[in-house]
């Protein structure tokens, strides 16, 4: 069974600021990772599948990095409607979902 | 551009059987590309998957809730559905249907492109 630990739980970030959230896998899933956004009272959305490639209509200020155990989920220039909660996904493996970053208003 | 919508009670008494229905449309949950998906996040908490059905009638569960669930698929209405038996409190969450497109992510997996909005699912008495 892989396991899939987000850090921080929790990241305080001010408006404009760059976001780094990290991923680790408890063994390899290669480039299978996709990270997803949800906001309170919303689905969740997909933002990245392949560790880096942005899905359809997301915009370039979110990037993925990453193969094997470790990536990272980068967000330039925090917009106000970025604040939400962030779950790393690997998507060919059980169980496929990690605990949550949340990115709140510093 | 394909839509999901859940449907089903919204309270559902303990020990009583779960069913939900996800109706797709701008698409056809026939088309070979894709894999449909039902999770459920409780309030406060983090997503759990519960299970998929490919087109080919084909299904995989969550091994905490196999032996209670069951998807199926409608193609003649382009729906598909969740049973989960003997309910209790533990059950109570949003329940999200999700599509996957094996296109994107290579394999009929977990990763899913298309969300449903959600629906409440309470077990009380």
């Known amino acids: 069974e892989i396991v899939m630990t987000q850090s921080p739980a929790t990241l305080s970030v001010s408006p404009g600021e760059r976001a780094t959230l990290s991923c680790r896998a408890s063994q390899s899933v290669s480039s299978n990772l996709a990270w997803y956004q949800q906001k309170p009272g919303q689905a969740p959305r997909l933002l990245i599948y392949g560790a880096s490639t942005r899905a359809t209509g997301i915009p370039a200020r979110f990037s993925g990095s990453g193969s094997g155990t470790e990536f990272t989920l980068t967000i330039s220039s925090l917009q106000s409607e970025d604040f939400a909660v962030y779950y790393c996904q690997q998507y060919n493996n059980w169980p496929p979902f990690g605990g949550g970053t949340k990115v709140e208003i510093k | 551009q394909v839509q999901l919508q859940e449907s089903g009670p919204g309270l559902v008494k303990p020990s009583q059987t779960l069913s939900l229905t996800c109706t797709v449309s701008?698409?056809?949950?026939?088309?070979?590309?894709?894999?449909w998906s039902w999770i459920r996040q409780p309030a406060g908490k983090g997503l759990e998957w519960i299970g998929r059905i490919y087109t080919s009638g084909s299904t995989n569960y969550n091994p905490s809730l196999k032996s209670r669930v069951t998807i199926s698929v409608d193609t003649s209405k382009n729906q598909f559905s969740l049973k989960l038996s003997s309910v209790t409190a533990a059950d109570t969450a949003v329940y999200y249907c999700a599509r996957g497109d094996i296109t994107i992510f290579g394999v009929v997996g977990y990763g899913m492109d298309v969300w449903g909005q959600g629906t409440t699912v309470t077990v009380s008495s």
């Open positions: 701008g698409g056809s949950i026939s088309s070979g590309s894709y894999y």
